[in-house]
């Protein structure tokens, strides 16, 4: 039986140095970018912004409200510096694992990506401009009332008898500062908490990232679910990425696609930080700050294309082989 002929053979296929070095240095720029714009993000609430807004509700709230409310909101600006600093340490790391030269590894790009994707994407949808302050409040209580829950789950496994006390007092903490600042702490059927009730919002403990990223333009919900299927070890997802040697032994190898794959979606979460950030405090250069992150999303796009063009070329002038003819 014949095989196809002019298809190369897949142990001549290796990850392009351009991509992968181009791939690097784009992660690189957008990194510093982003820290860059985050620094400069204003001080001092721009009137009539979002972030101003926030202030203005906790100011004209109940007096015995505004503590709590300020102590809510304080939680998620510690939340942020949290997620950030996670989120560059893990674009740092990419940036290693394509800069260490030739054969890139297949998962710790998508692996690592899917990190940032899903803290910025979290972050994004806590301080969301579009939503009300009563929600993006709801939002925050929420998001530490379920870190306080995961808290007490680890404590009681790992550890109780230097763990759970301190489990409990942060539980107990965040549960009374939430019922302080007017909210109502909502419970399932089984009278566990699920939710935080405030005025006419409801947010809820448990969120579903894909169903936020849906609402995120520059954000690839498909992508969440690969990376995601990569990291716990999805078995039909993780044998995608495996080839042979010409010595037979099986290894873990990325091709451009994963590559380009991996780093479009940390600059899609870099976007919708850049875009969600500048609009909540009312920042007058988020639209040229996002305008340059797309610009960087093109250039990959434009790469992983004139990548495969030129492999279509190598393909169709590769010389025949005697191996290409199998009986």
């Known amino acids: 039986m014949t095989a196809v002929q002019n298809v190369p053979d897949p142990r001549d296929l290796g990850v392009p140095k351009e991509v992968v070095h181009e791939s690097a240095r784009t992660l690189r720029n957008s990194a ?9 993000l204003p001080g001092q609430s721009v009137h009539g912004s979002p972030a101003h807004q926030d202030q203005q509700f906790i100011t004209t709230s109940h007096h015995k409200k505004r503590g709590p409310l300020r102590w809510i909101r304080s939680w998620g600006d ?19 694992v394509l800069e260490g030269g030739e054969p890139v590894s297949i998962w710790p790009c998508v692996s690592l990506s899917r990190v940032v994707t899903e803290g910025l994407a979290r972050i994004c949808h806590l301080y969301d401009p579009q939503a009300s302050s009563e929600a993006r409040l709801a939002r925050i209580a929420a998001a530490w009332l379920d870190s306080c829950r995961e808290q007490l789950t680890a404590a009681r496994e790992f550890y109780p008898e230097r763990t759970l006390p301190q489990a409990e007092a942060d539980w107990s903490k965040a549960q009374e500062k939430i019922g302080a600042a007017g909210m109502t702490i909502g419970l399932d059927r089984k009278e566990k908490p699920n939710r935080v009730i405030h005025g006419g919002t409801t947010a809820n403990l448990s969120v579903s990232l894909v169903d936020i990223l849906r609402t995120q333009p ?6 969440y679910r690969i990376s995601s299927g990569a990291s716990h070890n999805t ?11 010409p010595e037979g032994t099986v290894i873990m190898r990325a091709d451009p696609d994963i590559i380009t794959a991996a780093t479009l979606a940390v600059l899609g979460a870099i976007e ?45 002038q590769r010389p025949r082989r005697d191996s290409d003819i199998q009986a």
């Open 218 to 223: 520059a954000q690839i919900p498909a992508w």
């Open 32 to 40: 510093a970018a982003l820290h860059t714009f985050l620094d400069s």
């Open 235 to 245: 078995l039909w997802l993780v044998q995608q990425g495996s080839t042979m040697t």
């Open 78 to 96: 510690r939340t942020n510096i949290l997620v950030f600093g996670n989120a560059f340490d893990h674009i740092r790391a990419m940036e290693r």
């Open 272 to 316: 919708n930080v850049t875009q969600t950030f500048g609009a909540y405090y009312g920042h007058e250069g988020t639209e040229a700050a996002v305008k340059t992150v797309q610009r960087r999303t093109t250039a990959v796009i434009r790469l992983s294309h004139k990548w495969r063009d030129q492999m279509e070329q190598d393909a169709q």
